[in-house]
Each structure stands twice: as structure tokens, then as C-alpha cells.
């Protein structure tokens, strides 16, 4: 039983902020700093990342991708609160660095498990398929952008700029990956 002090943990109240930040009504700052709320996200996307979508893929190949997306996250947010920091020398802004890891991992774990099971559901219609993802890596964008925005304490265009080369560089990682994998 959960201890009413400890809402680090206490996921029913975390994914009410969750859902608030996919909203645009909450930031990462409304999320506890917690290492251990950390870890339970990082494994539920791992549990997501679990979820063939395609069956012609490898389960392995889903889970270096999860592992991929997970470590190219923590030490792009790692290394973009440092700058800020170095640049804004009275604020702290790398005391954000779990917020903003747990509001990024956790929303990206919730719209990856809703993707994979519209996949799942929608059968063999490829092209609505193609259709529903674009939308959905549109709004992934702008969710991440607000992230983003809050974390750095700036306007939404520069969050969605972060949000932009950040999703870069997962892809450049994924796509190094792949190449590893052909060779």
C-alpha cells in the first residue's frame, strides 16, 4: 500500500499530470523529481517498446530502439540543461533534469502504447494508418515542444525547436543502428 507522503510513486496522481502535459494544461515542473519515478518510466517504455507492432520486425530490434530512444533522451536533456545553465548563470535549470526526463519519457511511453494499439486495432488499412501517424507525430511534436518550452523557460517555438532536434538525433541513433544491423 502506498504511503499517502510518497506521491513520488503514486502513479494514479502522476498520470493525471500526464495526461494535464498531453493537454498542454501542465509542464514537467508539475512532476515530482523523483529517481525512482524515473526508473518505473524507463521501464514501461521498455514494456512498450516490447509491443510488435510489426511482426516482421524483431523483438530485439524493438528493444534497441526503446534502449536508443531512452539513453539519446537522458543525455540530450542532460547536456541542453547544462548549456542552459552555463549560458544563464544564476539559474539551476539541470535541478529540472528528472521533471523534464519523467515528462518525456512518460508521455512519449503514452503515445507509443496508444499508437501500438491503433495499430493493432486498425487491421491491414495501411494508408489511414499512415494518416493517423502522421497526426499523431504531429502532436507528439508539439507535446514535447511544451515540454521543452517549460523546461527552458522559453517560447513555444524554441520548445518545438528542442523538440525538432531532438527527435533528429533519435533518429540519427536508430538509423546508425540499422546500419550496424545491414553490415
Known amino acids: 500500500m502506498l504511503r499517502s507522503n510518497n506521491y513520488n510513486t503514486n502513479m494514479a496522481f502522476n498520470l ?10 501542465s509542464g514537467p515542473q508539475d512532476l515530482p523529481a523523483s529517481a525512482n519515478l524515473l526508473k518505473i518510466i524507463i521501464i514501461l517504455n521498455i514494456i512498450v517498446g516490447l509491443m510488435a507492432v510489426d511482426p516482421s520486425i524483431d523483438i530485439t530490434v ?16 542532460r547536456v541542453c540543461l ?4 552555463k549560458t544563464n548563470q544564476g ?9 523534464v526526463c519523467i515528462g518525456t519519457l512518460g508521455v512519449h511511453a503514452l503515445i ?5 494499439l491503433l495499430t493493432l486495432m486498425s487491421g491491414s488499412s495501411t494508408e ?3 494518416i493517423a501517424f502522421l497526426i499523431i507525430s504531429l502532436y507528439a511534436w508539439f507535446v514535447n515542444g511544451h515540454i521543452f518550452k517549460n523546461a527552458f523557460d522559453t517560447t513555444m517555438t524554441i520548445g518545438l525547436g528542442f523538440s525538432l532536434l531532438h527527435s533528429m538525433i533519435c533518429v540519427i541513433f536508430m538509423m546508425l543502428f540499422i546500419q550496424v544491423l545491414a553490415s
Open 112 to 116: 507509443a502504447l496508444f499508437t501500438n
Open 128 to 130: 489511414s494508418l499512415v
Open 62 to 77: 524493438n528493444i534497441f530502439f526503446a534502449l536508443i530512444y531512452i539513453l539519446v533522451t537522458l543525455v540530450f536533456i
Open 91 to 99: 539559474s539551476s535549470y539541470s535541478s529540472r533534469y528528472l521533471q
Open 82 to 85: 547544462n548549456l542552459k545553465d
Open 16 to 25: 493525471k499530470i500526464f495526461l494535464n502535459i498531453l493537454l498542454f494544461s
